[in-house]
């Protein structure tokens, strides 16, 4: 048995100080810190004590990216992130071709398979997530449009035990019915709207056919317009929908997000979105096989359209904390934790500081910088 001591312990209803943390794999619960017996205490100096977070749309990191098919590279994927406090995450494809895909997924689930392990040092594959290649390509934003198809159920069903999401684009011609399809036939898969021209009216359909997700809000979709309310207002006014921001102060001007966090409530998802250059120095990286031009909190095409970001999930929370400082902070760490564990239903285990879940945590001082995380109650990483 383990105890964290002098934590300030982010709970989903709130902050707990003064009390000791009790876990081994799992979490046994909160005591009085005369309680934890012979525990073999950790301390955690006064820091923020948050549940390991889960990061469910993250394409690459370090160099490496997700739709490589390169084992080492998801790997150090793995290690990278959980230096940014992320203990599950989604390895995230891009749309690429089909082969390229068998061999991403085929890597992504070896590595998935290490991570269950008592030796990985990494943060856990949870699953995939897969970005297309079932989009619209007037809205492929910095997907290549070359490997664009309609959606495939066949593909689903070949990989239904690993893809947790995938992004679709319920306005083209075939597509509705196929969402209907794999929503009867794989409901534990979350099925995401996204590089979408859907209007209002086809994304209300698209709903009622079975997805329940918005891809990175605001970007690459129909906007809200107050006569044409897109799908950014089917995302803001379906409660059934939880929806992704990418709260880098870059695609998404922070002025809005406090509006997106009133709405959506525990239904908003932080992602990253991040990119190969993630944790990189600037210069020049590639993005699902296209070039890619990074520059301080900026990636682009050549052409100048924005292509994913660098930015880090605990980053994430930090931006939003500052920008809406009467927000309190187990809200906004929600928005990274528990909100993305039930989108994908891995809650049961992941997202929250609860008794029986798996002890899965990180150490955060004021601005989210990161110094200890632990997966199943073992320190992956330590500053
Ligand atoms: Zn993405």
């Not at 398979?113 to 079932?134: L, Y």
Request: hydrophobic share 40%; proline share 3%.
């Amino acid at each position: 048995m383990k105890a964290i001591i002098n934590g300030r312990v982010v709970l989903p209803t709130g902050i707990a100080e003064d009390m000791a943390l009790l876990f081994d794999e799992k979490i046994v619960g909160l005591v009085n810190p005369d309680e934890i017996g012979d525990a073999e205490v950790i301390d955690a100096k006064g820091q923020y004590v948050l549940p390991g977070l889960v990061d469910m749309h993250i394409h690459g990191y370090l160099g490496e990216d997700a739709s490589d098919g390169s084992i080492e590279g998801i790997r150090t994927m793995a290690k990278g992130v959980a230096k940014n406090g992320v203990t599950s995450w989604l390895p995230t494809t891009m749309t690429v071709s089909y082969d390229s895909l068998h061999a991403a997924f085929k890597a992504i689930s070896t590595v998935m398979e290490e991570s269950k392990k008592d030796d990985f040092d990494g943060a856990e594959i949870m699953g995939i997530n897969a970005e297309g290649p079932f989009i619209n390509a007037s809205k492929k934003g910095a997907q290549a449009a070359d490997h664009i198809r309609a959606c495939d159920p066949e593909f689903i069903d070949q990989y239904a035990s690993l893809i947790r999401v995938f992004t679709v684009a319920p306005e083209v011609k075939g597509n509705m019915a196929a969402i209907r399809r794999i929503r009867k036939e794989h409901p534990e898969i979350l099925i995401s709207m996204g590089h979408t021209s859907a209007t209002f009216d086809q994304a209300e359909k698209a709903v009622r056919a079975g997805v329940r997700h918005v891809t990175h809000l605001f970007n690459a979709q129909t906007p809200l317009m107050h006569r044409d309310p897109g799908v950014v207002g089917c995302a803001l006014t379906e409660s059934r929908v939880s929806a992704e921001l990418i709260a880098d102060m870059f695609h998404v001007n922070k002025a809005l997000f406090k509006l997106v966090a009133d709405v959506k409530k525990d239904k908003l998802v932080l992602i990253t979105d991040c990119t190969r250059a993630g944790g990189m120095e600037d210069g020049e990286y590639t993005l699902g096989g296209q070039a890619i031009f990074v520059k301080g909190v900026e990636c682009r095409l050549a052409d100048g359209t924005i292509a994913g970001s660098v930015l880090k999930l605990n980053e994430a929370v930090r931006n939003v904390h500052n920008s809406y400082r009467r927000l309190p902070l187990h809200k906004i760490v929600k928005m990274a934790s528990l909100n993305p564990a039930k989108a994908i239903g891995i809650d049961k285990t992941k997202g929250s500081i609860e008794e029986g879940k798996d002890a899965d945590f990180c150490f955060a001082d004021e601005q989210m910088n990161i110094s200890r995380t632990i997966l199943r109650g073992r320190t992956i990483y330590e500053a």
